[in-house]
């Protein structure tokens, strides 16, 4: 079994930043990709980037150049940089491991 436990989430004004962490639990299992998706009231899940163990990344069209994914391999954690926030980046922020496992979402609301 998988386990995600995610962190850092909450309210930013517009133009600020925050970080997301995910850390990925589980016997023997390899976490070769894991990534975020994020979904907003009233509209579908959606890629926000993901990252291969080997630093592979891809990242949704909305957020290029202002979001930045990373990984530490030896904690099996992946992290979210999300810088110059719009209120359109407010969504629930879900962490996943393909192809089965999402963490419980964390919150991010970008408002003055």
């Known amino acids: 079994q998988v386990q995600l436990v995610e962190s850092g989430g909450g309210l930013v004004q517009p133009g600020g930043s925050l970080r997301l962490s995910c850390a990925a639990s589980g016997t023997g299992f390899s976490f070769n990709y894991m990534g975020w998706y994020r979904q907003a009231p009233g509209k579908q899940r959606e890629l926000v980037a993901i990252?291969?163990?080997?630093?592979?990344?891809n990242y949704g069209d909305p957020v290029k150049g202002r979001f930045t994914i990373s990984r530490d391999n030896a904690k099996n954690t992946v992290y979210l940089q999300m810088n110059s926030l719009k209120p359109e980046d407010t969504a629930v922020y879900y962490c996943?491991?393909?192809?089965?496992?999402w963490g419980q979402g964390t919150q991010v609301t970008v408002s003055s």
């Open positions: 990252i291969g163990d080997s630093g592979y990344t």
């Open positions: 996943r491991v393909p192809p089965y496992y």
